[in-house]
């Protein structure tokens, strides 16, 4: 099998079990089953990855937080492509002034590190929510993918065919939507699939900080961070957690990595 293919079977397997988390957990994420006897209780049949400091049952709460980390990741993923393609294409097709202030806006935007820019707000909002953090990293991660797809239409711009669209009176809006976006589409989805395994990772981060998704809202991160004070005495908390963590950003790296391959033999 191939990086694509087995990139492409992991992430598979990842989004059904986020999909069918409520179907597949055995307990629900949040409830203490029993704080004096199944305290960091080892795995067993009756619980295949232990217990939680809280008693709480980890199968259940990996697996909703593998859907809670997933959809936060995607989202904003989603959120940064459609506004990164956006100003991209608008840069990249009107030039002049406008090509100018909008790729020095992006550039001021990329000199600062994007941890100081998610983490700024997140430790000035009060209660944080689902909704604000997908809000956060979606509008702090387009930047590059503006720049990229800027580039991507400043190069199709100049072909023959675009310009034989133009020469003829087709709309701009026709030519881009028909001739331009088709173009640059593979670009677009290298960037995004990788993309999504670095806002897990982020998410990931912020939730082991205290800055991420609330309690008691399982995530691989605050799961992680629940499990540090206990990693000696109940490894397990942590590495489950850890291990979905790992193997959720290798399989999108892979995705990446075989989709560049596949769509631009020249790449390395």
């Known amino acids: ?3 694509l ?15 069918l988390a409520p179907v597949l957990a055995p ?43 997933l959809g936060i990741a995607v989202l904003a993923v989603l959120m940064a492509v459609i506004v990164g393609v956006t ?7 009107a030039g002049g002034a406008v090509d100018v202030v909008l790729m020095r806006i992006v550039d001021a935007s990329l000199a600062v590190p994007r941890l100081f820019t998610v983490l700024v707000p997140l430790a000035l909002w009060d209660h944080v929510t689902v909704p604000a953090i997908i809000l956060i990293l979606g509008g702090t991660g387009w930047f590059a993918m503006s720049r990229l797809v800027r580039a991507e239409v400043r190069a199709a711009r100049a072909r023959p065919w675009v310009a034989a669209a133009r020469a003829i009176g087709i709309p701009p809006a026709r030519i881009v939507a028909r001739h331009v976006l088709p173009n640059i589409a593979g670009p ?6 990788m993309g999504i395994g670095q806002v897990v990772l982020l998410e990931a981060g912020l939730s082991y900080l205290g800055l991420g998704v609330p309690q008691p809202l399982p995530s ?8 540090q004070p206990v990693l000696r005495a109940a490894p397990w908390v942590a590495g489950s957690a850890g291990l979905a963590l790992v193997a959720t950003v290798l399989a999108f790296t892979l995705v990446g990595d075989g989709l560049r391959e596949r769509l631009d033999p020249r790449a390395p």
């Open 220 to 227: 691989w991160g605050n799961i992680i961070a629940d499990g």
């Open 27 to 69: 307990h629900p994420p949040h409830v203490q089953l029993d704080l004096d006897a199944l305290r960091n209780a080892r795995p067993s049949l009756a619980h295949p990855l232990g217990t939680d400091p809280y008693s709480r049952d980890l199968l259940s709460r990996v697996l909703h937080g593998g859907r809670v980390s």
């Open 5 to 19: 293919q087995i990139g492409c079977l992991l992430v598979g397997v990842f989004l059904l079990l986020a999909v």
């Open 87 to 93: 100003v991209g294409v608008v840069s990249g097709w």
């Open 188 to 193: 677009v989805i290298v960037v995004a699939s």
């Open 1 to 3: 099998m191939t990086r």
